[in-house]
T-cell receptor
Framework: DQQVKQNSPSLSVQEGRISILNCDYTNSMFDYFLWYKKYPAEGPTFLISISSIKDKNEDGRFTVFLNKSAKHLSLHIVPSQPGDSAVYFCAASLYNNNDMRFGAGTRLTVKP | EAQVTQNPRYLITVTGKKLTVTCSQNMNHEYMSWYRQDPGLGLRQIYYSMNVEVTDKGDVPEGYKVSRKEKRNFPLILESPSPNQTSLYFC?????????????FGPGTRLTVT
């Protein structure tokens, strides 16, 4: 049973526009959420995170939004750049627990 | 350079032939874990270790073993590999316990079992 779901396997956007990647989770006990970025032939790298006590966290061009009532989070990339083309994984964990659940990933393609 | 290394990067083997994938980190991290990545399923945790001599099962531990005799190393052992263990494997480590569980991943090991 996948507790973290990324329902869009792929997303294509034009350079300079906004990319919005979505993630849903089923376990209301999750209280820490992360996004990882993965390039081909490399391991995932941490991108940005958000605690359940917040509804928004921003880091440069990347913003993560959390809607706890809807059990939904999203990653916004503005403006999108070709170098952002990668697979993005959403992950969730429980407080005081390193055990992490990952979504299936969304492949983002940013076209020049 | 701070990193997580895995060896080998690619491995093709036959059913039943024992193999070990090594994982090492040079960041003095306490927490280490193994994941497998399969299409449509994302990353699923196999085993994790909170510290030396402390290991625990993740979501999909069947057919795998691990050991944590030293802080820096966390090998993954397949005693009798089967074709359903063909996958992309990642080792990861973390300096913190929750609630800051950002993990550092190795480059991956692509395993094919025929």
């Amino acid at each position: 049973d996948q507790q973290v779901k990324q329902n869009s396997p792929s997303l294509s956007v034009q350079e300079g526009r906004i990319s919005i990647l979505n993630c849903d989770y089923t376990n209301s006990m999750f209280d820490y959420f992360l996004w990882y970025k993965k390039y081909p032939a490399e391991g995932p790298t941490f991108l940005i995170s958000i605690s359940s006590i917040k509804d928004k966290n921003e880091d440069g061009r990347f913003t993560v939004f959390l809607n706890k009532s809807a059990k939904h989070l999203s990653l916004h990339i503005v403006p999108s750049q070709p170098g952002d083309s990668a697979v993005y994984f959403c992950a969730a964990s429980l407080y005081n627990n390193n055990d992490m659940r990952f979504g299936a990933g969304t492949r983002l393609t940013v076209k020049p | 350079e701070a990193q997580v290394t895995q060896n080998p990067r690619y491995l093709i083997t036959v059913t039943g032939k024992k193999l070990t994938v090594t994982c090492s980190q040079n960041m003095n991290h306490e927490y280490m874990s193994w994941y497998r990545q399969d299409p449509g399923l994302g990353l699923r945790q196999i085993y994790y270790s909170m510290n030396v001599e402390v290991t625990d099962k993740g979501d999909v531990p069947e057919g795998y073993k691990v050991s944590r005799k030293e802080k820096r190393n966390f090998p993954l052992i397949l005693e009798s590999p089967s074709p359903n263990q063909t996958s992309l494997y990642f080792c990861a480590s973390s300096p913190h316990r929750a609630p800051f569980p950002e993990q550092y991943f190795g480059p991956g090991t692509r395993l094919t079992v025929t």
